[in-house]
């Protein structure tokens, strides 16, 4: 059962009582996150995700840690495009312990000027490493294109900021995204709601203030064909185009479409460019979004040889997707999207995690029967529908390789 309260300085916590497990999750999430960095300092938010771990209240870096270890707390805490968070999973038993640490980073951390030098080093290694990964970089160049700034930003930060970044920055980012306003804290587990909430209220009660005020999201940039020149053996292919957003009438209904395509071994491009022709080593398609934005994305990885016939295949299964999905694809489409949320829904992490996206994207939490009924409704009607009012083109289309493919004008630009 779930049960919800908003405390009065703001704070909404959202707990899900699961009585047929031993261990509890919890999601803390406060707006900002890479999109609300200054333009000099994109990155600073990594950086301070990571130093509120470093110490808080009376522990210094070392004391917090063990603090966590000593109670069996598996944490991270994390700087994502539009939130910051804490997450962690632990025995039900040891959540006053987890609520107490987390109380503490949030409102009394350290920010240990001698650590920010330490994460700084690992955050550029991370940059630096992204030359290693072509498929990786291929959609982070794909995404600083496709978006309207700042929600182009590499979730990895840049190099230019991480290096401006100091103390003054982290005290800064504390006073502006420490707040309760807007934050929300989940909790799923073998708990009790009303002891959550009384042990919440007694360690989160004094926190005030107003959360960051978040950005809001523009017109997707004009599409293009983007080549960047690499000496590989290799070829990325990635492709984005604008779609349904969550919740919207046509959102399963894109969901499964797209999973149709490449969500799985037996989608069609998995099926019709790998097993079939041997064209590439690794394809896929992707639904994404949230309330201000849907994405539909495809990557493919292949060699120079084989990247043209690679990419009109790939189009070419984008485009012939309407009228011609039968009903027994659309059930096999249904019962593994269904398996997928069943299997991840199950955990209180997953529950966790799910019940804060939820209330953070519509103010209330999807139970699984609302989203089991929602996808078992979507109708052949509803795919082909969905595919007509939000085509896969335009599109943006981008290659990382030796040399730029031949891409027609009508598809970047939306003709067919």
């Known amino acids: 059962m779930i049960h919800t309260k908003q405390l009065p300085m703001g704070l909404s916590v959202i707990v899900e009582e699961m009585e047929h497990v031993e261990s509890v999750a919890y999601d803390l999430l406060m707006p900002g996150g890479l999109i609300c960095d200054p333009q000099d300092m994109v990155g600073s938010s990594l950086i301070f995700a990571e130093l509120i771990g470093r110490g808080a209240g009376t522990l210094d870096s070392r004391g917090l840690s063990e603090a966590f270890d000593d109670a069996g707390i598996r944490h991270g805490e994390w700087a994502g495009t539009d939130r910051i968070g804490c997450s962690g999973s632990l025995l039900a038993t040891k959540l006053p312990r987890a609520l107490e640490l987390v109380s503490m980073m949030v409102l009394q951390p350290r920010l240990p000027e001698e650590e920010i030098e330490n994460i700084r080093s690992v955050l550029l290694q991370d940059l630096a490493a992204l030359n290693d990964n072509p498929a990786r970089r291929a959609m982070v160049e794909l995404n600083r294109r496709f978006y309207p700034a ?164 790939l189009l070419g299964e984008f485009a012939r997707l309407q009228g011609s999905v039968s009903e027994a694809e659309l059930a096999r489409a249904k019962t593994n999207l269904k398996a997928a949320l069943v299997m991840g829904e199950e955990s209180p992490g997953s529950r966790a995690a799910s019940n804060a996206t939820d209330w953070w994207l519509l103010r209330r939490v999807r139970s699984l029967q609302e989203v089991n009924e929602a996808i078992g409704a979507v109708t052949l009607e509803d795919v082909n529908g969905f595919i007509e009012r939000h085509p896969f083109s335009p599109c943006t289309i981008l290659t990382l390789g030796r040399a730029p493919l031949d891409v027609s004008a009508s598809i970047i630009r939306g003709g067919r």
């Open 150 to 313: 700042p929600f182009n930003r590499s979730s990895l930060g840049e190099a230019q900021g991480l290096l401006a970044t100091g103390r003054a920055r982290m005290e800064q980012l504390h006073a502006q995204v420490a707040k309760p306003s807007q934050a929300i804290l989940s909790i799923a587990g073998r708990v009790k709601a009303a002891d959550v909430f009384a042990e919440v209220e007694r360690l989160f009660g004094g926190w005030g203030g107003v959360s960051a005020e978040l950005p809001s999201f523009g017109a997707i940039s004009p599409h293009e064909y983007s080549h960047i020149e690499v000496d590989s053996a290799q070829v990325q292919i990635v492709m984005a185009a604008p779609s349904v957003k969550f919740a919207e009438p046509d959102y399963y209904a894109g969901k499964l479409a797209v999973s149709l395509l490449g969500s799985s071994m037996f989608g069609r491009l998995f099926m019709e460019l790998r097993e079939k022709r041997g064209l590439c080593y690794s394809v896929y398609a992707r639904h994404g979004s949230n309330t201000s934005y849907g994405t539909v994305t495809a990557y493919v990885g292949t060699t120079p040889e084989r990247a043209q016939e690679s990419l009109d295949l």
